[in-house]
């Protein structure tokens, strides 16, 4: 029977689907589970699997093309005999991808002639290199799907060309080393820009006095084997504690209308080879420590090992982004797309401080910026969220009760 392939909706703001690449061909089989495209959301790029054994029939939607969700973009057949179309099939996705092709040996560059006024697909870095390059684009032959000219391509055009030589008075610089960036650089990149520019970021900084944070996790961590806490763990539990305690600040703006938040999701920013992902813990305000810890840990595990999926970066309205560790006092950060808010939080540091009798004692202080949409938040009501956080993170005690 013939169905339909959707673009799906990995998130409950995820409003549009780009079409990054098509895995499997017309009449080309497949499995339950395989892999049949791949499509980028607001932070990933995503392979879609099918959940039934099937034949691909057609494509209608060309790569590159950014469609709402729930648009249809191809169809396929199950093998089960019926008539019309039938509901569209339930994709799944697997684990965010690298979508940049893997290296090609090259012996010869592939020249095909395109004919006239046919429309060459082409990438627009491959454009750009072409331009400045003075390479035909219509003698190229492209490596990508459907026949799309990539940068690689270009600069194997390029290569093979005959070079005139020319006398230089002075000698040339060399020229850098450009690359095309991966599917997931680039929406990385698109959907930063975009929150830079369309969310009207307003920035608020304390230090957060932690001494006794810091004993008390040296209590705890020589108390137990198994779990170590960081300081991260005491600093995501007190932002989940404040959203539960503020469920004001627990929301998000959507083109629908202000969306407000149930449970205390909070986003936590983690370093990996394709760049920086945000997996969501959830409901952080009503867990303890050590769930925070796991759940933390287990998060971190599957971002390194390549197995987050969609559904783990979806949610919160707020991001926990430490640099500590790199000796960064302040980070004013970009707030994710699709959420209000993202925390900042530096190193710790040693200072002189007076105390109530004017005397200098040594105190432990920790900088954190907080970074706000102010089409969700005044600065009011993110100074008293803040200043929760704050409260929670230098009278500790707070954090153990659940």
């Known amino acids: 029977m013939r169905r339909e392939l959707l673009v799906p909706k990995l998130g409950l703001t995820m409003t549009e689907g780009t079409l990054v690449e098509w895995m499997v061909k017309p009449g080309e089989a497949f499995k339950a589970g395989q892999s049949i495209f791949v499509v980028e959301s607001e932070k990933a790029a995503n392979e879609i699997g099918a959940e039934a054994d099937g034949v691909m029939l057609e494509s209608v939607a060309e790569v590159g093309a950014t469609l709402p969700c ?15 179309v039938a509901a569209p099939v339930a994709v799944a996705p697997a684990v965010p991808v690298d979508t940049k092709p893997a290296a090609q040996v090259i012996s010869a560059p592939a020249v095909a002639a395109v004919p006239a006024g046919q429309r ?40 093979s060309k005959p070079q005139t030589v020319t006398q230089q008075t002075a000698p040339a610089q060399a020229a850098g ?32 006095e932690v001494s006794a944070l810091m004993q008390l996790r040296q209590q705890m961590n020589a108390a137990q084997t198994r779990q170590k806490l960081t300081l991260n763990h005491f600093v995501l539990a007190a932002v989940g504690q404040a959203l539960d305690a503020m469920p004001e600040v627990n929301r998000v703006w959507t083109d629908q209308g202000i969306l407000s938040l149930g449970a205390s999701d909070v986003g936590m920013a983690v ?40 559904a783990e970066m979806q949610g919160g309205a707020i991001t926990v982004s430490n640099a500590g560790m790199h000796d960064v006092t302040y980070m004013a950060s970009i707030i994710n ?30 900088g954190m910026v907080l970074s706000a949409d102010h089409r969700v938040l005044d600065g009011v009501t993110a100074l008293k969220f803040l200043k929760r956080i704050v409260q929670a993170l230098s009278q500790p005690a707070g954090l153990l009760v659940q």
Do not use: C
Not at 186 to 191: F, G, H, M
Not at 351 to 360: E, I
């Open 120 to 159: 060459v697909p082409v990438t627009p870095l491959a454009r750009r290199i072409a331009q400045q390059k003075g390479v035909d684009l219509a003698a190229v032959s492209g490596s990508g799907p459907r026949g799309r000219i990539r940068a690689r391509d270009v600069l194997s055009a390029s290569e």
């Open 271 to 310: 370093n990996s080879d394709k760049g920086l992902m945000v997996p969501v813990l959830r409901a952080v305000g009503q867990q303890s420590l050590g769930v925070v810890a796991r759940q933390s840990a287990e998060l971190i595990g599957r971002v390194q090992a390549g197995r987050l999926s969609a």
């Open 70 to 84: 729930g648009a249809v973009i191809g169809y396929w057949d199950d093998g089960v005999a019926g008539e019309g």
């Open 177 to 208: 080393t450009l690359r095309e960036p991966s599917g997931l650089e680039r929406t990385i990149a698109q959907r930063l820009t975009q929150a830079k520019q369309q969310i009207p970021h307003f920035y608020l900084s304390v230090e957060a």
């Open 337 to 366: 797309p699709g959420q209000a808010m993202i925390l900042g939080v530096g190193s710790v540091r040693e200072l002189f401080r007076p105390d109530a009798n004017g005397q200098p004692v040594i105190r432990r202080e920790m």
